[in-house]
């Protein structure tokens, strides 16, 4: 080795420096350098983690959400639904109120037209009545004969035969 310029002496010297330097390195610069990587590929896959629960929580919540929003829906669809029929209800009752309150009032009327019927009729015959009667004072007054007092009569039952 002398021929190379080298010395055994230095040579193993340098192979022993070394071994030395990388058992060294090894333990305080290759195990740190390690366990900072382990620690930071934990932490790294931890967020990763907490990343997809955090996607499921969402897809979760989107899907309750969703779920929620169709619930909201199916009731107020049934509270519509529910609103029309006691609207049409109501409607039918306040149609059938009005039928009955119109037949009320038009019995009322046909009953008091009626009413006010008989009452002319009876109005009538009294005034015909008094004019009979005048009109026999008058004739009574001048005298009838027997062939007028029958064409009078006649006359009056006819009269009253019409009105009644």
């Known amino acids: 080795m002398e021929i190379l310029g080298l010395n055994l002496w230095e040579f193993i010297f340098a192979i ?26 934990a932490a790294i896959d931890e967020a990763l983690d907490a990343a997809d629960q955090a996607r499921l929580e969402v897809a979760s919540t989107e899907e309750k959400i969703r779920e929620q929003i ?46 006010e019927k008989k009452q002319a009729i009876v109005d009538l015959k009294n005034q015909i009545a ?10 009574l007054a001048d005298g009838l004969t027997s062939e007028q007092e029958n064409t009078l009569m006649n006359k009056y039952i006819q009269e009253v035969g019409r009105i009644q």
């Open 16 to 41: 022993v420096n070394f071994v030395v330097l990388v058992l060294l390195l090894k333990k305080f610069l290759f195990k740190p350098i390690t366990k900072m990587l382990d620690d930071r590929k």
């Open 70 to 115: 169709a619930a909201a829906r199916a009731e107020a669809d049934g509270i519509i639904a529910d609103a029309k029929k006691r609207g049409e209800a109501i409607r039918a009752e306040i149609i059938e109120n009005a039928k009955k309150d119109a037949k009320e009032i038009t019995e009322s009327a046909s009953a008091q037209i009626e009413e």
């Open 130 to 139: 008094d004019m009979v009667v005048l009109a026999t004072e008058k004739v």
